[in-house]
């Protein structure tokens, strides 16, 4: 029986990183891939899979479905520490079937990393520093 796993985030990156973790670490499989969903979307979500209030809310979500079941896949993520908020939603919740239906129609969650920018320090247009040792200019 399949599930989905609605993962929620401060930002676009570690949306990425928890979907690689879930993957590599928690060794849980996708049977197909993760979609973007608006983190309004997210929120709501979650409110009604855990039946509490919203403490914070998300910038940045994504929903993917997956191919082990609900509780070997909350068993595996017990064991993993992804940076970013992700819920198991099994056939037993209320909205499972809502997202069945919908899941196709979110568009695709693009998973690629963009290295970020750093700044170039004073040093590196002298060539390379070593550690500990000061620069020495010819």
Partial sequence: MKSFALVRADDLDKVKIALHDLERYGNIQFSATPR???PEYAD??????MGV?????CNSAALV??????????SRLKKIHPPAHVVIISPKHGVFEELTGKFHKFPEFDRAFIPKERPESPNAAQGKVEEGKPVQEE
Avoid at 44 to 49: D, I, N, P, Q, R
Avoid at 65 to 74: D, R, V
């Fill in 44 to 49: 709501e979500l979650l409110v009604s899979v």
């Fill in 65 to 74: 479905e997956l191919k082990n079941n609900a509780g070997a896949a909350i």
């Fill in 53 to 57: 209030s919203l403490r914070a809310k």
């Fill in 36 to 38: 973007c969903i608006e």
